[in-house]
């Protein structure tokens, strides 16, 4: 029987019950902290999982948790653990260090501790007595201390799961992949009869990540996972949860549609959809959010505008966030989610949110503003091709 492990998802603050319906969804059971979620499961639980989740950061194994009061103990208790099942001789392995609220609070000396620990007990074991070579595959180990209880992890991602692979350029500061996959995740957005917008789509994530999600695409499809270096690797196991991930992708007709006021940005995006696999279900458009008009109803709008954090850039940003309400506050039928750092956001649209999720853009407070709509669902159901002139299916 495979062995089983304690793995966490690593989400940005505020998500962690994405993540964790995520997980549900796939059949585990979780625990919730900050910033993590924990889980049981095997590699091939670590393969599927990094494949497959959409707001997550990484995945870790827990490999070790104990309490340490001194650096002796961290010491002891980092070398007594059995490195050389995980570390090959040649293995590189950086390690960092968090510490909160505990008596070992010198980062500094925790990551040089714990990495001297680790050399000592592959030293021994692999009869080196030279300092070990680390020109190998990549194991990045971590250490982190909370309130004197230790936690090693090794993390089984490399470069973050919002690294798609997708976006072969960028506008700005543009939201990251997960994040803007947890966005969509929070919506009440059924792709099989409700149309996407996002008016704002700059270089396109959004609706990128929206178009994946209804065609069922695992995230990672595109990319490279720290754990296919490691020497515990299953590449036929890897290999074959892929061609299933490829065999359960969907093809059914999708409504979302990206705009953009810059011409320039509309193209981007449309660049990124074509490396994503997803140009065809996404309709780009270079449009004004003032000469928006829909009669289409049902809808389902996401938007991350300009947050005006420069003082130049303020005024124009508020005209746009008053256009936004004179403009989609009438869509009664629509729901209306918009993220900004802009506290005003509800005065300037002109409604009272529904609901608003304080969040976390890298350092940045966000909020996510959100106003739920009434659907009318007596209304024929129709695939939309444009959304100033519903097309009803045959």
């Not at 714990?114 to 000592?120: H, L, M, Q, R, S």
């Not at 004197?148 to 798609?164: A, H, I, M, N």
């Not at 350029?169 to 792709?191: M, Y």
């Not at 989609?328 to 999720?357: C, M, Q, V």
Request: glycine share 6%; aromatic share 10%; net charge neutral.
């Amino acid at each position: 029987m495979a062995t089983k492990y304690k793995l966490m998802a690593a989400m940005a603050g505020g998500f962690e019950a994405v993540t964790a319906r995520e997980l549900m969804d796939m059949g585990y059971q979780t625990h919730n902290e900050t910033g993590r979620v924990a889980f049981e499961g095997t590699m091939a639980d670590v393969y599927r999982t990094n494949l497959w989740l959409r707001s997550a950061d990484r995945i870790l194994i827990v490999l070790k948790e104990f309490k340490a009061l001194t650096f002796d103990d961290l010491f002891e208790s980092v070398k007594a653990f059995p490195w050389e099942d995980w570390l090959p001789m040649t293995a590189h392995f950086p390690v960092t260090a968090k510490a909160v609220k505990s008596k070992l609070h010198s980062e500094p000396d925790i990551q040089s501790i714990a990495k001297k620990a680790i050399v000592e007990r592959l030293s021994t074991y692999y009869h080196r007595r030279t300092r070990l070579p680390e020109t190998g595959s990549t194991y990045h180990i971590d250490v982190r201390i909370t309130k004197d209880e230790v936690r090693l992890t090794l993390d089984t991602t490399g470069e973050s799961l919002f690294k798609r692979g997708y976006r072969a350029e960028s506008a700005g500061a543009p939201l990251k992949e997960n994040f803007a996959a947890a966005l969509v995740l929070l919506t009440r957005w059924h792709p099989e009869d409700m149309p996407f917008l996002d008016p704002t789509c700059g270089s396109g994530t959004i609706p990128i990540e929206a178009a994946l999600l209804a065609r069922n695409i695992a995230p990672g499809i595109q990319r490279h996972f720290a754990f296919e270096e490691f020497q515990v690797f299953d590449p036929q196991e890897f290999a074959a949860q892929k061609e299933q991930a490829v065999a359960g992708q969907k093809n059914d007709p999708l409504m979302i549609f990206g705009q953009d006021i810059d011409q320039n940005m509309v193209e981007l995006s449309r660049t990124n959809a074509q490396k994503a696999g997803v140009l065809h279900d996404i309709r780009f458009k270079q449009l004004a959010v003032k000469d928006f008009k829909t009669s289409v109803p049902n809808g389902v709008i996401v938007a991350n505008p300009p947050y005006g954090k420069r003082l130049s850039d303020a005024a124009g940003v508020h005209e746009l966030y008053k256009q936004m309400g004179d403009v989609f506050r009438p869509l009664t039928t629509w729901s209306k989610y918009f993220l900004t750092s802009d506290l005003a956001f509800e005065n300037l649209y002109g409604a009272k949110a529904t609901k608003r999720r304080k969040l976390y853009n890298g350092a940045m407070r966000v909020d996510f503003f959100q106003y739920w709509g009434k659907p009318d669902w007596k209304q024929p159901k129709a695939l939309v091709t444009s959304l100033s002139e519903p097309v009803k299916e045959d």
